[in-house]
Nanobody, 115 residues
Framework: QVHLVDSGGGLVQPGGSLRLSCAAS????????MGWYRQAPGKQRELVAI???????NYADSVKGRFAISRDNAKNTVYLQVNALKPEDTAVYYC?????????WGQGTQVTVSS
């Protein structure tokens, strides 16, 4: 059974930082492309960052230079370091694992940016 457990969200002031984590089990983690997505109230879920099985990374324009995705295959975990947070970054952040037509999602972790 596949589980992706998202954690690390919270309430942070503008300009603050967080590190989100996604721990995976039930998959051969190193073979999967991993991504972080987010969904704000009333909006569609959008891609934030991805890291391929080969460690290639890509980011949404809105987060380039502020967010950094990384993975630790020994720990079956993907991270998202989020810096210089803005109120518009407020959303539920979801981890996604994908390999060919197999796609799995985490349960999400809430990030709220507010003073």
């Amino acid at each position: 059974q596949v589980h992706l457990v998202d954690s690390g969200g919270g309430l942070v002031q503008p300009g603050g930082s967080l590190r989100l984590s996604c721990a995976a089990s039930g998959i051969i983690f190193r073979d999967y492309d991993m991504g972080w997505y987010r969904q704000a109230p009333g909006k569609q879920r959008e891609l934030v960052a991805i890291i391929s099985s080969g460690f290639y990374t890509n980011y949404a324009d809105s987060v380039k230079g502020r967010f950094a995705i990384s993975r630790d295959n020994a720990k079956n975990t993907v991270y998202l370091q989020v810096n210089a947070l803005k109120p518009e970054d407020t959303a539920v952040y979801y981890c996604r694992a994908a390999r060919y037509d197999a796609v799995y999602w985490g349960q999400g972790t809430q990030v709220t940016v507010s003073s």
